[in-house]
């Protein structure tokens, strides 16, 4: 498992509980990153899901959330405006910081870009800022209930359809976004940026990219989306907002923090903690590098096989290759082997051939397929072969193994 999902809740703008999810590396993060999702959507929504994994997967945390009265988070939209997002997302990075660290880096997507830009001048710790498909002017999303506008202004508020949901917008909403200028905020925003916008986006058009670029101060970076759509709907196109962020936001992070590679010499087999989770392990077997873990269960972050797994794998693999040898040199049909295996323990008394009579015993259990026109003769040859494995014979031997100290 390369990283992790974890459900969190926290306090938002007015005191509502606000439902979020916080998602991990393995290991200890390199930095933490706020995501902001965009106008009526959820932190659930595929880019930003898929944005925060590919991030994970780079070292980096992400903490994406539903903004009051959205996805599982408490309050009432029709009581919410830009305003309170803001206040939101400061909340959030308060949290993060309480919590774990604070957000080194700020995302917003849509609206949500639009949002961290007007809050990272209250995230002192925030080292850049990425928006994607951001409007220029929080007044921009007015265009998508343009048609009750009217009613709006008139009666108060009304209900209007966005993205196939009803969702009841009030006039102290349109008057917060009115009053917003981001522009200001972008030219003293003092952190790193990068503007990710589609030139087909036919939501937030690409001239706000243009504007919020021209407003920025440099370090200021702009990356096209090609022919992506404003939600990023497309796996590919979240995938590579993901790489780019993760290879960009690096440079603001510091180092990392790397350990020589590990090499053994032929014959030998170094195993070496990685600093990562609770029990990941890097394995050179010679030239070849593994890792091995625990699974969930019993602690560990389940990103490779298990001691005993390895333990069965190598059985298994002498298991087969004897047999593909023996098969060979008598050269018989044997088309392709494979072997299964399961370790557990069992009570010695349950095994009339053993000679251990008390308490519990080890018991490895092996399957051998053999795919080819083998006659019955040959098949109880190789099943016997199976059993004169180096590796068989060594675990059914007497083995001393000698521990020593190393500088």
Same mark, same amino acid.
């Given at each position: ?9 926290f306090a ?100 949500g ?11 002192? *710790?925030?080292?850049?800022? =990425?928006?994607?498909? /951001?409007p220029?002017?929080?007044?921009? @999303?007015?265009? +998508?209930? !343009?048609? #009750? ?35 200001q ?69 510091? *180092?990392?923090?790397?350990? =020589?590679p590990?090499? /053994? ?5 170094? @195993?070496?903690? +990685?600093? !990562?989770? #609770? ?26 096989p ?20 023996y ?18 323990r ?62």
């Open positions: 498992m390369a990283a992790r999902s974890e459900k969190l809740t938002g703008a007015d005191g509502e509980t606000l439902a979020a999810r916080l998602d991990l590396p393995v290991g200890k993060p390199r930095a933490f990153a706020l995501f902001a999702h965009c106008f009526t959507c959820t932190k659930d929504i595929f880019a930003a899901a898929r944005i925060a994994q590919g991030l994970a997967e780079e070292g980096i945390a992400v903490l994406r959330f539903d903004f009051t009265g959205l996805g599982h988070s408490d309050g009432e939209f029709a009581n919410t405006n830009f305003s309170s997002n803001v206040t939101d997302l400061v909340k959030a990075a308060d949290y993060l910081r309480e919590a774990h660290e604070a957000p080194k880096i700020l995302i917003g997507h849509s609206l870009g639009a949002a961290v830009l007007a809050a990272a001048a209250q995230v002192p *710790e925030a080292a850049a800022v =990425a928006t994607i498909g /951001a220029a002017d929080p007044a921009h @999303v007015a265009h +998508t209930f !343009q048609s #009750s506008r009217a009613e709006i202004e008139a009666k108060g508020e009304a209900e209007v359809l966005l993205a196939g949901r009803p969702f009841t917008i009030k006039k102290q909403f349109l008057d917060d976004i009115a009053e917003q200028k981001l522009a905020a972008v030219a003293g925003l003092r952190k790193a940026l990068i503007v990710f916008h589609a030139p087909r986006d036919q939501t937030v058009g690409i001239e706000n990219a243009g504007h919020i670029f021209a407003a920025a101060k440099h370090p200021k970076s702009f990356i096209s989306l090609d022919d992506a759509d404003h939600l990023l709907s497309r796996k590919a196109d979240a995938i590579y907002v993901a790489k780019v962020l993760a290879a960009w936001g690096g440079r603001y992070l510091g *180092e990392k923090q790397q350990s =020589a590990l090499k /053994a010499e032929p014959g030998t087999v170094i @195993v070496r903690e +990685t600093g !990562q989770g #609770s029990f990941i392990q890097e394995i050179a077997a010679g030239p070849h590098a593994l890792r091995a873990d625990e699974p969930l269960e019993v602690g560990g972050d389940d990103t490779g298990g001691p005993y797994d390895l333990l069965l794998a190598g059985l298994g693999a002498c298991t087969s290759m004897t047999v593909r040898m098969a060979a040199r008598k050269d018989w049909p044997l088309d392709r082997v494979a072997v299964s295996l399961k370790h557990d069992i009570h010695a008394q349950d095994c009339t051939d053993c000679d251990t009579k008390a308490g519990r015993l080890d018991r490895i259990t092996r399957g051998l397929t053999l795919e080819g026109a083998l006659s019955a003769e040959q098949r109880a040859k190789l099943l016997e072969i199976a059993d004169k494995c180096p590796v068989h014979r060594t675990l059914t031997s007497e083995v001393k193994i000698e521990t020593n100290l190393m500088e």
